[in-house]
Nanobody, 123 residues
Framework: QVQLVESGGGLVQAGGSLRLSCAASGLTFSNYAMGWFRHAPGKEREFVGAISWSEGHTYYGDFVKGRFTISRDNAKSTVYLQMNSLKPEDTAVYYC????????????????WGQGTQVTVSS
């Protein structure tokens, strides 16, 4: 059974940084991607970025523009989302997810989801 547990969310001032973590268990697949999405009130769920677990290749949503970085720790089965230069519009619930499809950027391409962690950026 795949489980994804996010942590690291919280309240931060604009311009600040946060690092989210997603600890995975039960992943027995040989190739998959771990991604991050966010969902703000009144908006659609938005792709933040993802990393292919076997190759470490990362790709991001257009809005990221170098502010966010995804990395992984194979030994801990954990993926991280480092967020810098945060803006109030980054306020959202951030979700970790796993896709068995290569290069997935759409939410329906992701098969497993965490419970989400709230990120609030104050102005």
């Amino acid at each position: 059974q795949v489980q994804l547990v996010e942590s690291g969310g919280g309240l931060v001032q604009a311009g600040g940084s946060l690092r989210l973590s997603c600890a995975a268990s039960g992943l027995t697949f040989s190739n998959y991607a771990m991604g991050w999405f966010r969902h703000a009130p009144g908006k659609e769920r938005e792709f933040v970025g993802a990393i292919s677990w076997s190759e470490g290749h990362t790709y991001y949503g257009d809005f990221v523009k170098g502010r966010f970085t995804i990395s992984r720790d194979n030994a801990k089965s954990t993926v991280y989302l480092q967020m810098n230069s945060l803006k109030p519009e980054d306020t959202a619930v951030y979700y970790c997810a796993v896709s068995l499809s290569s290069g997935a950027t759409l939410s329906y391409e992701y098969d497993y989801w965490g419970q989400g962690t709230q990120v609030t950026v104050s102005s």
